[in-house]
């Protein structure tokens, strides 16, 4: 008998091809990793609050096109930050993710293309602009000075 990861990974796949959708599926291990979620056609994770939580994060995060971290710049090293509010827009100014952060990492799957990425903590708000493409993956650091 098929597990259940096993189950729900082949059924991913499946609906991955059917859709025409490229297949970046993440492994599906149940090792710490956060639930996924979606909202319009953004599946994304976050989390990474504890070792084993932002380990397996790291884990699973080049099958992912983008990837959030934030920090606070501190001495003697630098911290983790969560509860980050994220506002992603694509290149016609459309919101296509508006969430708050688990943790210090999100992940995201998007489509191929140009996207205004604005994050706001503790009332500070960094924007950037990122190119993705959906079979790479684009790593991005927002930190704040403590």
């Not at 992912?64 to 506002?87: C, G, H, I, Q, S």
């Not at 694509?90 to 969430?99: E, G, N, P």
């Amino acid at each position: 008998m098929k597990s259940k990861p096993t189950v729900l990974a082949a059924a991913l796949a499946a609906s991955c091809f059917a859709l025409g959708a490229p297949v970046l599926a993440a492994p599906v291990s149940g090792n710490g990793v956060p639930a996924a979620h979606t909202v319009g056609a953004v599946t994304y994770i976050s989390g990474g609050i504890g070792r084993t939580e932002a380990d397996a994060i790291k884990h699973v995060a080049k099958y992912y096109p983008l990837e959030l971290e934030f920090l606070r710049k501190a001495r003697p090293t630098d911290e983790y930050l969560a509860n980050v509010k994220v506002r992603i827009k694509d290149a016609h100014d459309r919101m296509v993710l508006d969430v708050a952060s688990d943790g210090p990492f999100l992940l995201a799957k998007l489509p191929s293309g140009k996207y205004t990425v604005s994050v706001e903590h503790d009332g500070r708000v960094q924007n950037r602009e990122v190119h993705v493409d959906s079979r790479d993956h684009r790593r991005v650091v927002f930190d704040w000075r403590a």
